[in-house]
């Protein structure tokens, strides 16, 4: 390899500007050019009932592995199979309920060649995703994505960055539009992804709140001695206040003890203290929209309702434990 001087920090920097720059552009080019082929598509992926089998060599190689990680984590299953691989064995984990994505800028990538056969002769749809609409890969391909022409932002014009950049968004982008078409929702995303900040952040009240003797809940016809003494007990700093049918009224707080503070507050009922009107929050809901009703409403604890009775009740610091803040 030839020596050469070092370029200046500034010329350096000014140089890795110019590659996102250029990346930008051809992501710009890329979605101005998407076009019906896009759908059919999405309707093959759609139709299948095994999975989407993702696979190309090289950098291409690299970004399957990642669409297909993406698309199993949204909700459409997939897999990689190395096209070197499949020419070895690895052929058989592809079946004919299957959808193959197969990927090459040049579209000629000679290892690709028994992968696509393979899908011909079993009549397995096959998507390419190529810079070359005349070559083999977009003849032999059910649909093929063929990306627009593509300045690469490596300065030889070689080395692949745009092209790659532009098939990972491509990829990203089937997989939201699967999601979306399959009503992907959070609840689903959280079963694909219970480990990590993201499981953290997709954790539900229902996880993480506090029910059965926990719950302070008392009838609206209880003397506020004793609701002052179950209201301590449970450590929330809040109390319940339940209909005869069991549906919430109020709340009591520490702030409605001391609005209401005199000689007469142990002798009245709760019913005549509480606070109507207090937030709540579904079962269902994640712990980040109920730590955000929270400091929204600047309180510390929220019952947590069902058919409009409390089954629970979720403190801050229930939230903070989960990871979410």
Request: charged share 20%; net charge negative.
């Amino acid at each position: 390899m030839t020596a050469t001087k070092s370029k200046p920090a500034s010329d350096l920097l000014e140089s890795a500007k110019k590659v996102l720059r250029i990346e930008v552009e051809g992501l710009h080019a890329l979605s101005d050019s998407l076009d019906e082929t896009f759908n059919r598509t999405l309707d093959l992926l759609s139709a299948m009932r095994g999975r989407a089998v993702v696979t190309g060599m090289g950098k291409s190689g690299h970004i399957a592995h990642k669409i297909a990680a993406t698309m199993a984590s949204t909700g459409t299953p997939a897999f990689f199979v190395h096209p070197g691989e499949a020419s070895h064995g690895d052929l058989g984990m592809i079946t004919a309920g299957d959808v193959v994505i197969a990927l090459s800028l040049s579209g000629e990538t000679a290892e690709l060649a028994d992968l696509v056969a393979y899908t011909k002769r079993f009549e397995i749809p096959l998507v390419g995703i190529t810079g070359s609409g005349a070559s083999a890969l977009a003849e032999a391909a059910s649909v093929a994505l063929v990306l627009p022409v593509l300045k690469e932002a490596c300065p030889m014009g070689l080395a692949p960055t745009t092209s790659t950049t532009a098939m990972l968004a491509l990829g990203d982008a089937l997989a939201v539009a699967m999601l979306e078409k399959k009503g992907f929702s959070s609840d689903d995303f959280q079963i694909f992804h219970p480990g990590g900040k993201l499981g953290d952040h997709l954790q539900k009240v229902a996880d993480v709140m506090h029910t059965g003797e926990d719950l302070p809940v008392v009838p609206n016809n209880v003397v506020m001695s004793e609701a002052i003494l179950i209201m301590t007990a449970r450590s929330f700093g809040c109390l319940g206040v339940v209909d005869t049918s069991g549906m919430l009224q109020g709340v009591i707080t520490d702030g409605d003890l001391r609005r209401h503070m005199g000689p007469e507050l142990l002798t009245r009922f709760t019913g005549q203290v509480m606070t109507t009107g207090s937030a709540s929050i579904r079962p269902e809901a994640l712990v980040n929209e109920a730590l955000r009703t929270m400091n929204t409403k600047s309180i510390t604890a929220l019952f947590v309702l069902e058919n409009e009775r409390p089954i629970g009740i979720v403190h801050i610091h229930d939230c903070l434990r989960a990871g979410v803040a």
